[in-house]
């Protein structure tokens, strides 16, 4: 079946500007996670969600940053008032709930300028 | 200090050679070893992942822990320019179903 598939792939924007990121998990994962990955800095786990509800909010780096996601599936990242430290390629992977591997989308690529 | 440590290279070495990719961690917590394969612009898939301390071996694969001194080891037989790629450890936290990533290794195979 298809695998986790995350839009855009690439976005440009303007310091300042609202962004939102968009993922879609693999079907019947219950599971779904953000992280942020820089040069030089790994993944950074950004948040969790187990179904619409997120229990692990504890990775968003400030209040600019939120996510939802809706009928179980379907989650956006939306990053406020953009600064250039966002600039990152963002990460969603996803799961069944309590199984250790996690499918990774692509990631979409951010720059602020 | 980080959850978990990894040389981030980046690190050539010719084909046919044994590559090994090494990290450290903190939290004696920690149960599953994970490592993740990334190529270029593509997303982290996991190759193997090993329960506390031992061996796991998959094709020219070993994953390898030792809980003792909180050390975990990935080792690649006969290595192909195929296996140039970023490798990232991670441990895995069953109660809060989070993994903690180290930096990633970026290997390349020289033909």
């Known amino acids: 079946g298809a695998g986790v598939s995350q839009s855009p792939s690439n976005k440009v924007t303007e310091k300042g500007k609202d962004v939102e990121l968009r993922c879609d998990p693999i079907s019947g994962h219950t599971a779904l996670y953000w992280y942020r990955q820089s040069l030089g800095q790994g993944l950074e786990f950004l948040i969790y969600?187990?179904?619409?509800?997120?229990?692990?909010k504890s990775g968003l780096p400030s209040d600019r940053f939120s996510a939802e996601r809706t009928g179980g599936s379907v989650s956006t990242l939306t990053i406020q008032r953009t600064q250039q430290e966002d600039s990152a390629v963002y990460l969603c992977?996803?799961?069944?709930?309590?199984?250790?591997?996690?499918?990774f989308g692509p990631g979409t690529r951010l720059t602020v300028l | 200090q980080k959850e978990v440590e990894q040389d981030p290279g980046p690190l050539s070495v010719p084909e046919g050679a044994i590559v090994s990719l090494n990290c450290t961690y903190s939290?004696?917590?920690?149960?599953?070893f994970m490592w993740y394969r990334q190529y270029s612009r593509k997303g982290p898939e996991l190759l193997m992942y090993?329960?506390?301390?031992g061996n796991k071996e998959d094709g020219r694969f070993t994953a390898q822990v030792d809980k003792s001194s909180k050390y975990i080891s990935l080792f690649i037989r006969d290595s192909q320019p195929s296996d140039s790629a970023t490798y990232l450890c991670?441990?895995?936290?069953?109660?809060?179903?989070?993994?903690?990533f180290g930096t990633g290794t970026r290997l390349t195979i020289i033909p």
């Open positions: 939290n004696s917590a920690f149960q599953y």
């Open positions: 969600f187990q179904g619409n509800s997120a229990p692990d």
């Open positions: 991670a441990t895995y936290n069953f109660g809060n179903e989070k993994l903690t």
């Open positions: 992977a996803s799961s069944f709930t309590g199984e250790r591997e996690q499918f």
């Open positions: 090993t329960y506390s301390s």
